[in-house]
């Protein structure tokens, strides 16, 4: 069975700093990309980033380039994103999910876990 | 980047009725579009892929169609399990994957 199950959320003041974990279980973690998704509250979703299984390629939504990085650790079955110069606005659910389907990432998402919230304020 | 815009944004249906909700693309996107169920409180569950295929396990009611820039996510006979909100996405080759903005479906 797959399972995803994100931690490192928390609350945060606007300029910090904050690394999500995503330790991944029921599947060959090094095959296939995954992914960040948040989602604001009571707002829709908004993808964040991706990488691929070796972690050899990774992309980014323009809203957090350059103040996130994806990376992961496949001999952990563990995906990160190390957040800095949080602000507000980044303030969300965040979940990791897993590639069904990916090309030059861009993806689709067959698995998702409960997600881990993430609340920047001063 | 590509837009998705779904409508409508809410809608309020009974047990029983048939279901559509649109997504348009701002740009064609092939067949390179998924649909996804999300409950209050919980994560997003993939119902469709590549605009017409059912994810394993996902009850045949749900259906996709559709190709280029507008595609429907149709659900049959409407159960009490489905009242919830629905995102379409896509992932075009090389374009930033972005989601629509959702459509509620409401008990009426």
């Known amino acids: 069975e797959v399972q995803l199950l994100e931690s490192g959320g928390g609350l945060v003041q606007p300029g910090g700093s904050l690394r999500l974990s995503c330790a991944a279980s029921?599947?060959?973690?090094?095959?296939?990309?995954m992914s960040w998704v948040r989602q604001a509250p009571g707002k829709g979703l908004e993808w964040v980033s991706v990488i691929s299984g070796s972690g050899a390629g990774t992309y980014y939504a323009d809203s957090v380039k350059g103040r996130f990085t994806i990376s992961r650790d496949n001999s952990q079955n563990t995906l990160y994103l190390q957040m800095t110069s949080l602000r507000v606005e980044d303030t969300a659910i965040y979940y990791c999910a897993k590639a069904k389907y990916c090309s030059g990432g861009s993806c689709n998402f067959d698995y998702w876990g409960q997600g881990t919230l993430v609340t920047v304020s001063s | 980047d590509i837009q998705m815009t779904q409508s409508p944004s809410t809608l309020s249906a009974s047990v029983g009725d048939r279901v559509t909700i649109t997504c348009r693309a701002s740009?064609?996107?092939?067949?390179?579009l998924a649909w996804y169920q999300q409950k209050p409180g919980k994560a997003p569950n993939l119902l469709i892929y590549?605009?017409?295929s059912l994810q394993s396990g996902v009850p045949s009611r749900f259906s996709g169609s559709g190709s280029g820039t507008e595609f429907t996510l149709t659900i049959s006979s409407l159960q009490p399990d489905d009242f919830a909100t629905y995102y379409c996405?896509?992932?075009?080759?090389?374009?930033?994957?972005?989601f629509g903005g959702g459509t509620k479906v409401e008990i009426k």
């Open positions: 029921g599947f060959t973690f090094s095959t296939y990309g």
């Open positions: 996405q896509q992932y075009n080759s090389y374009s930033p994957l972005t």
């Open positions: 740009q064609s996107i092939s067949s390179w």
């Open positions: 590549k605009a017409s």
